[in-house]
């Protein structure tokens, strides 16, 4: 997303997005689907419209609180549905419902979702996605590359002449340490 490096910076949504979070490796939970979420939310939309909306998105879904919204039964998706602050979408609200029921079960399975995701890389990014169709709901190909790429999994989020990408590379998130190896995704 090399153009992002160009568009984002000094944009009031944009900006704060690619400077701060684009591309950080990140392990918190709620963080996680949060993040996953809204890539679920932007399908077929733009990026800047999640933008806008995330702070509503995060308000409707309790901060994503994966406990919290894995409870979330009929009211709460009519709830949902009927908050135009949001993107109200059934099927993109049931999916990201399905898929806090899926991530509490990883701790169970995995120690939780980052763990998951650690015990399955490095991989390209086809396998990526075929792992997330078969363990999560609303998984198209750029929902998953954007995920993993946003939080560390996968390279290109910053071209290498961005300043962020000396910051991220400080960081050692997941892809570098698997290019290091010889296993780049």
């Known amino acids: ?30 963080a996680l689907f949060e993040r996953l979420s809204l890539e679920v939310f932007q ?16 308000a409707a879904f ?3 609180a994966v406990d919290r919204v894995a ?17 109200r979408n059934r099927r993109k609200i049931a ?8 991530i509490a079960g990883l701790r169970d399975t995995h120690g939780g979702f980052a763990a998951w995701l650690a015990a399955h890389h490095p991989r390209g990014k086809q396998d990526w996605v075929g792992l997330f169709r078969q363990t999560f709901r609303f998984m198209g190909g750029e929902v998953v590359n954007e995920f993993l790429m946003s939080i560390g ?15 991220i590379a400080r960081l050692d998130p997941p892809w570098m340490r698997s290019a290091a190896r010889g296993n780049e995704g």
């Open 43 to 58: 399908a077929g939309l733009s990026w800047l419209l999640i933008l806008k909306k995330r702070p509503a998105l995060v």
């Open 71 to 87: 409870t979330y039964g009929e009211g709460e998706v009519a709830r949902l549905l009927n908050d135009a602050a949001i993107i």
């Open 62 to 64: 309790d901060g994503f």
């Open 153 to 167: 999994y996968l390279p290109d989020a910053h071209r290498e002449d961005c300043p962020v990408f000396a910051r």
């Open 1 to 30: 997303m090399s153009w992002y490096c160009d568009a984002a910076p000094g944009h009031p949504l944009h900006g704060p997005y690619h400077d701060k979070e684009y591309g950080f490796p990140l392990t918190d939970e709620a």
């Open 95 to 102: 999916a990201t419902i399905e898929n806090a029921r899926i």
